[in-house]
């Protein structure tokens, strides 16, 4: 199978409609497009129109019902989605599209139409009263009582004409071609969005040796005439060229006996045979030669397949990572025959990039091989606290993009997205895809034809940050958040402020709080701050690029989640001052984080450990009252606390009375009354410590008894967890609901081991867990014993009789994710170093605003299904971040299977029990004695149910995206601190 880039002209409507659906156009009171009233055209390319510029349009009528000469009027009417308002209905992979905000006041064209005798006439309607403010303008066909939607028109602000694909932040996406007449003309749509790069994906084109340049020849040529460079992303090519060479057959890789012939999500391999791979060279090199053109043609790099994930990714990739080096390797020695400029780019993922070509580590000089063969790391979908590629490329000298990231569905997202992922070190970004930009309506002529409000906000972007780098986050311990672009006294910097951050997983604040820095602040709505501009030095716009509080001696901004754009003259310094001293009222002020217990709860000496945490810029000052759980009485109640602007404060309480509780669980509420308003907070606390006593691994827990547990509950549909985790835990395992997964950890040490025992309730205990240690990597790949195996066996006689599986020996036939972080498994992981490895910060912005390593040494038990346990040890300080693959390459430091450790995992009915010693050695910067501290977290994995995270709902973490393997699920930092205790 070979995949193409479609240059086909669609003039099919997409089945869903995240711009001019019924629900979205619901406040312009009028009816959906029809194929009566079209438009079908402009003077300007995709209706993007910069200020000045006449808007000529062309409209189609169909005479049904209508006069000779009938009267009709244009009512233009500015739409914005610049605040939520999100319908019901979810569209992959965007999102809730937001119902259109009506902007201003409409206006009415007349126009009458004289058909004569014809049933259908074309009009030209000539310099339309659009206005010249910056936006989107709805356009809808009044008759009588009768308003039916016509379409939409962009007024955008018109960005540097110096932007080059390197200095242009927004990155676009090249499936736009596929829904334009031509492929320039969706180029020009782009380039008046300012946008100068995109990725378009295709493959090797020749047939019999002799290469078809026609395609691509017209893609180039309709790029170059835009402006624009391109990445190209190679993925299949004819299956003549595979290894198993069929007629428009891909090699099916881990299916199913029941496999439907579906050569998507990761059934099959499109790619190169390793035989080819010369031909495959001589083509990449053909290709760079033929539109390189010395950096003035349309190409600008290659990226190693859209998402190779192991297994199988989505476009066609299912083959180890042995395979893929091989391709890089060649693909980046083709291109840099031409020229070294010519950007290589790989992986999709941060994660997967490290597992392709860095997982043995450094060689004996420090380097690492792949180094040679790569240029820009690439990331899909990454938020902001899962983000660390930026410092994994710094590291290794090369840049990170973010080539697909389709979440800007409306302008509010725009920069929220752009600045939140620039901030974490992205150099560009793709915000979006193209279904998001333009729609085409009942009759149009193309699948993409009237713009969104999403090209406006692209457009404003690009205009104020061409040509500038993300600086700084402006304020590290409180908001607003100020995000620079340019030096502090650059005159064409700018500082973008934000009231609220959006993360990824809702649209709104309240969304996934665990997601970003000060939840507590951050998620609660409300709040203003006021600068003084009397000098008129500052200059204020609007996400659409619009200049607001023209005049104003003083401004207003509301503090939440839209975006407004600052400049001075002087720079952003002058900026950053002035918001520094502004006035912020009726904002939610400060953070509570109670930290747990770190001593036995038994006596007067008990200290409770409170940070408070000013997050507006100015000072407060108020009482903290603290309500602690029956049995408790806090000594020095209502505390004093006086705070500067982003001042951190850690308040200790003591107790003249305490009561032990045997669930160790401890509700507690906090109350903050400050001059700049109330906050409250409430957490469960508990005794995080670890007593010393030798511990015998035989997965009796009996010898645990007198050692306070930590009981978390996994999520699941009509469970309590806070409930459930308040009750001792041999009464919750007794009383314990259907589907609730739910377990207890303990803690202990002497001076050689530290020891841990949990109990886990599990109805369906896993038993065919694979051991790390003999894994058979071979398994996993395609031998000659997969000629009689279904579904394989009847392909093979079907399409490619003759053949053998045994050909590619490269390409999965199961899939590997039944690894040692998979299934049923205790991870558990020690955060005792204050560096971050290999990694350092690579923008100026606060710890924890983007991923970063904290656990330095991480551990995963299992019961095997030969009815004995493994303890795998999965990183350490030294260890390269890696998943452990099948064919995997590997270096001296590497997983392993924990020397010198203990441990029993076994099922006792309903319930599992893990023991586990691990040694001394295992963690050499551990301090084993009483009183010392380290962090520490745990992760219960599940094959059937609900897994468990610890650290959820604690005020002292929050997400991170390489916290526990595996990476690409996020869980709460490792930042809950236990100690050592005699």
């Not at 403010?133 to 356009?139: P, V, W």
């Not at 929050?958 to 236990?978: D, M, V």
Request: aromatic share 12%; proline share 6%.
């Amino acid at each position: 199978m070979l995949i193409m880039l479609s240059l086909m002209i669609s003039s099919a409507l997409a089945e869903d409609r995240p711009i001019f659906g019924k629900a979205n156009i619901i406040p312009l009171k009028c009816k959906e497009s029809s194929k009566q009233y079209v438009l079908t055209g402009g003077n300007a390319p995709g209706f993007l129109y910069f200020k000045d510029e006449p808007v000529d349009l062309k409209i189609k009528f169909i005479r049904e019902g209508d006069s000779a000469d009938q009267e009709y009027a244009i009512e233009i009417q500015g739409v914005n989605t610049r605040k939520p308002n999100k319908s019901k209905d979810y569209i992959d992979p965007y999102g809730y599209p937001d119902i259109l905000n009506l902007d201003g006041e409409s206006i009415r064209h007349p126009l009458k139409v004289s058909y004569g005798d014809k049933k259908e006439v074309e009009v030209e309607v000539k310099n339309l009263p659009v206005p010249q403010r910056y936006g989107t303008y709805c356009l809808v066909l009044v008759k009588g009582n009768d308003r039916i939607l016509l379409g939409s028109v962009a007024r955008v602000v018109k960005t540097r004409d110096d932007g080059t694909v390197d200095n242009t932040p927004i990155f676009g996406e090249g499936a736009l071609f596929g829904g334009f007449k031509e492929v320039s003309e969706a180029s020009k749509c782009y380039v008046r969005m300012g946008i100068r790069g995109l990725r378009c994906e295709g493959g090797m084109r020749n047939s019999s040796g002799a290469y078809n340049w026609d395609e691509y020849d017209k893609l180039t040529k309709g790029v170059k005439a835009g402006g624009m460079q391109m990445m190209l992303t190679l993925s299949g090519i004819g299956s003549q060229y595979y290894d198993i060479p069929t007629k428009d057959q891909p090699t099916p890789a881990a299916v199913e006996p029941n496999w439907d012939g579906s050569p998507y999500g990761g059934n099959a391999d499109w790619g190169c045979g390793l035989k080819n791979f010369d031909t495959y060279e001589k083509w990449v090199k053909d290709f760079a030669a033929r539109y390189w053109e010395n950096g003035k043609g349309a190409l600008w790099g290659f990226e190693n397949f859209n998402e190779p994930w192991e297994g199988g990714g989505i476009s066609g990739y299912a083959r180890d990572c042995v395979a893929y080096r091989e391709w890089q390797k060649r693909l980046a020695r083709a291109a840099h025959s031409v020229s070294r400029d010519i950007k290589i780019c790989a992986a999709s993922s941060i994660m997967n990039t490290e597992d392709k070509l860095y997982s043995e580590g450094p060689g004996p000089n420090g380097k690492y091989e792949m180094d040679d063969y790569i240029d820009v790391f690439t990331d899909h979908y990454v938020p902001p606290y899962n983000a660390y590629g930026p410092m994994v490329a710094k590291a290794h000298g090369k840049i990170s993009i973010e080539n697909e990231t389709w979440l800007a569905i409306s302008e509010y997202l725009l920069p929220q997205v752009m600045c939140q992922w620039m901030a974490s070190g992205q150099l560009v970004v793709m915000p979006f895809h193209p279904n998001v930009l333009f729609e085409g309506l009942e009759g149009s002529p193309y699948k993409y034809f009237c713009p969104s409000t999403v090209p406006v906000a692209t457009a404003a972007f690009n205009h104020f940050v061409t040509g500038l780098r993300f600086e700084k986050l402006v304020f590290k311990d409180h908001i607003p958040w100020v995000f620079q672009f340019g030096k502090d006294n650059d005159a064409n910097g700018v500082c973008v402020l934000f009231g609220q951050l959006i993360t990824r997983g809702g649209p709104t604040p309240q969304d996934n709080p665990e997601g970003r820095l000060w939840r507590q602040v951050d998620a609660v709505n409300g709040g203003t701050i006021t600068l003084d501009n009397n000098d008129g030095v500052m200059k204020f716009y609007d996400v659409a690029g619009n200049e607001v509080f023209k005049d104003q001696k003083n401004v207003t901004l509301n503090l939440d989640i839209s975006a407004t754009y600052i400049q001075s003259g002087k720079g952003p310094a002058l900026v950053a001052e002035r918001i520094s001293k502004a006035k912020v009222d009726g904002k939610y002020p400060a953070e509570i984080i109670p930290h747990d217990f770190k001593s036995a709860i038994n006596g007067k000496a008990l200290v409770l450990t409170v940070d408070v945490s000013n997050r507006i810029n100015r000072p407060i000052s108020g009482k903290l009252n603290i309500n602690a759980p029956e049995g408790f009485s806090v000594k020095d109640n209502g505390r004093s606390v006086a705070l500067d602007a982003g001042e951190v404060k850690t308040v200790d309480f003591s107790f003249d009375k305490v009561k032990e509780d045997p669930a160790n669980q401890y509700p507690f509420e906090f109350n903050f009354e400050t001059d700049a308003g109330k906050c409250s907070y409430k957490e469960v606390l508990s005794c995080n410590v670890a007593l010393k006593g030798t511990k015998k691994i035989d997965g009796d827990l009996s010898d645990w008894d007198k050692i306070p547990g930590i009981t978390v509950v996994g999520k699941s549909d009509g469970v309590n967890p806070d409930e459930l985790a308040r009750k001792p835990w041999l009464r919750l395992v007794k009383e314990v609901p259907k589907g609730a997964v739910m377990a207890n950890i303990k803690m202990a040490w002497d001076d050689q081991f530290i020891y841990i025992a949990a109990e886990v309730n599990d109805t369906t205990p896993q038993t065919d867990k694979m051991r790390m240690e003999t894994r058979n990597e071979n398994s996993y790949f395609h031998c000659a014993e997969s000629d009689n195996q279904e579904p394989w066996k009847t392909w093979l006689a079907k399409y490619a009789p003759g053949h053998s599986f045994a050909q590619v020996p490269y390409i999965y036939k199961k899939k590997p994710f039944d690894n040692s972080y998979t299934g049923d498994q205790l991870q558990v992981a020690f955060n005792v170093r204050d560096d971050w490895h290999d990694l350092k910060p690579l923008t100026d912005v606060p710890k924890g605003f983007h991923a970063y390593p904290d656990t330095d040494y991480e551990f995963s038990a299992y019961l095997c299904a030969d009815g004995k346990s493994e303890l795998w040890n999965l990183l350490t300080p030294d260890m390269p971040r890696i998943h452990g693959w099948p064919h995997q390459p590997m270096g001296k430091v590497k997983h392993n299977n924990t020397p010198g450790s203990s441990h029993v995992v076994k099922q006792q009915g309903d319930v599992r029990i893990y023991e586990i010693a691990i040694p001394r050695s295992a963690i050499p910067e551990l301090v084993m004695k009483p009183g010392a501290t380290f962090k520490f977290t745990f992760f219960v994995g599940n094959n059937n149910g609900p897994k468990i995270s610890y650290g959820e709902k604690k005020a002292v973490t929050k997400t991170n995206g390489i916290t526990l393997h595996p990476y690409w699920e996020s869980k709460p930092t490792c930042a809950i601190e236990w100690a050592l205790a005699e």
